[in-house]
């Protein structure tokens, strides 16, 4: 019994999720190793938003997002766009994506992705204190603009529910709104402030938690792919690499497959049915202007487009969920449709489209019902899934990495995870 603790958690995935489980696993004094097949200088965690949002508690699969994401499709520039293909998988996700969105399930994932949020705030607020490393942490809250008065009567209501599950939430009209952001004076009917929200510089984070890993002993093993499992009694034994034309036998303990959008092949090889779909989104970073300064981050809540001022000089503009499979390819209408709605918010304010090497894609893996996977396999003893985030990684990475390591450590979870199990689409 020794040797098996004694042996090396595997992660397979070094994106965010990966890296904050190793953090926790490493913090709880075991050894990590992890895997992953890019070359660890790009991936989904590094162009986003950088938002640590409770106040997204809301999950992507709610009623009337079906009726709106079909509207969507038929504008090349929409927020939402799923690419027409012929796909089994695709087509198993659309039909629990569709059983997912009503108001019970809605009510399910609620409190459990508020006390997730809520959990992630915590800790990343509680590392910033401890000044490990600097990933420019700020808590300057969340602006929701809402262009009609009709899309602000909705927010509203979600402010509403906000406020009742402790979430603080603050209906403003435009006047209000204005004197937060004065050298912009937003074009918008009004908004809604979620004034416990916070954020972070994606790049910085990602940069300098891996630094402090490879300091505290964990081992990360870069452009290999994972291609096979050796399966004994119930349990992963070994995981099976491939490194160019080298291969190499890896003898695990525990093993977290936190794989992000490439977690559903890498299931398959173990016959485990985990709906994921990768989802598109774009980025463009450029510096803070002088005389029309972004202040708080915001979303402008009809055309889905995230703005987060970051390490002091930057702002980031991003956007767009296109479902079109694992592709690298760059879709410019979707580009346009981000810099398109800026000026429609804040008036003289225009982003020129800039060239392909200067943006910034990443597939973030989203499960059908918009709830992260995080638990055990009950078919493999030893396997740990945490996935599935969608446009929630950085926000939940985290919590999620500590749940991980409690379970690892057959510590009683710091929250109910029951919402989160990763057999779900089994029953």
């Known amino acids: 019994m020794q040797n098996k603790i004694e042996k090396p958690v595997v992660i397979i995935g ?72 012929f796909s089994w998988s695709l087509l198993k996700w659309g039909i629990n994506f569709y059983k997912s969105a009503n108001s019970k399930k809605v ?41 009609s008065q009709e899309v602000l009567d909705e927010e509203a209501h979600v402010a509403e529910i906000a406020n009742k599950i402790g979430i603080e939430a603050n209906v403003l009209n435009s006047d209000q709104i204005n004197k937060l952001e004065p050298e ?27 630094q402090y890993l490879i300091a505290n002993g964990a081992k990360f093993i870069y452009n290999s792919e994972v291609v096979d499992f050796e399966i004994e009694d119930n349990s992963i034994e070994k995981v099976k690499i491939k490194k160019e034309d080298t291969y190499e036998i890896i003898t695990c303990g525990e093993v977290v497959l936190a794989a ?37 981050p915001s979303i402008f809540v009809e055309a889905r487009v995230a703005i987060t001022p970051m390490d002091q ?16 390819k760059i879709n410019l209408n979707r580009v346009k449709g981000i810099l398109k709605a800026i000026p429609t918010y804040y008036p003289d304010y ?57 379970l690892i450590n057959n510590s009683k979870p710091s929250l109910d995870i029951q919402q989160f199990e990763v057999e779900r689409f089994d029953k």
């Not at 990933?135 to 929701?144: A, R």
């Not at 074009?187 to 938690?209: E, I, M, Q, R, S």
């Not at 000089?313 to 690298?328: A, H, Q, S």
């Not at 943006?359 to 009950?378: A, E, F, K, Q, V």
Request: proline residues 5%.
């Open 14 to 85: 070094a994106g965010i999720i990966g890296l904050f489980s190793a953090y926790y696993i490493s913090k709880s004094g075991r050894k990590a190793i992890l895997i992953d097949s890019s070359d660890g200088s790009e991936g989904c965690s590094f162009g986003n938003a950088g938002m640590v949002v409770p106040s997204h508690f809301m999950p992507l699969a709610a009623p009337g997002m079906i009726e709106k994401g079909l509207k969507w499709m038929m504008d090349s520039q929409s927020p939402f766009y799923v690419k027409p293909r």
């Open 107 to 147: 009510d399910l994932a609620i409190p459990a992705l508020r006390d997730l949020g809520l959990l992630s705030k915590k800790l990343y607020k509680e590392l910033n204190d401890e000044n490990l490393f600097d990933f420019n942490f700020e808590e300057k809250g969340l602006l929701m603009y809402c262009k």
């Open 184 to 210: 912009l004076s937003p074009n918008v009917a009004g908004g809604v402030f979620f004034t416990g929200d916070a954020h972070l510089y994606p790049n910085k984070l990602v940069k300098n938690l891996k």
């Open 313 to 328: 000089t930057l702002v980031r503009f991003g956007g767009t969920m296109e479902i079109g499979g694992l592709n690298d």
């Open 350 to 406: 225009t982003v020129s489209l800039p060239t392909l090497d200067k943006i910034w894609y990443g597939l973030r893996p989203c499960s059908p019902d918009g709830l992260p996977y995080i638990g055990r396999i009950n078919k493999i003893k030893n396997l740990i899934v945490n996935s599935g985030h969608a446009m929630m990684g950085i926000s939940l990475a985290s919590g999620s990495g500590k749940l991980i390591a409690e």
């Open 260 to 296: 992000g959008s490439w977690s559903e092949l890498l299931a398959r090889k173990l016959s485990l049915n985990l709906p994921v779909q990768a989802g598109k989104g774009y980025s463009i970073t450029e510096q803070q202007r002088v005389g029309k300064r972004i202040n708080i």
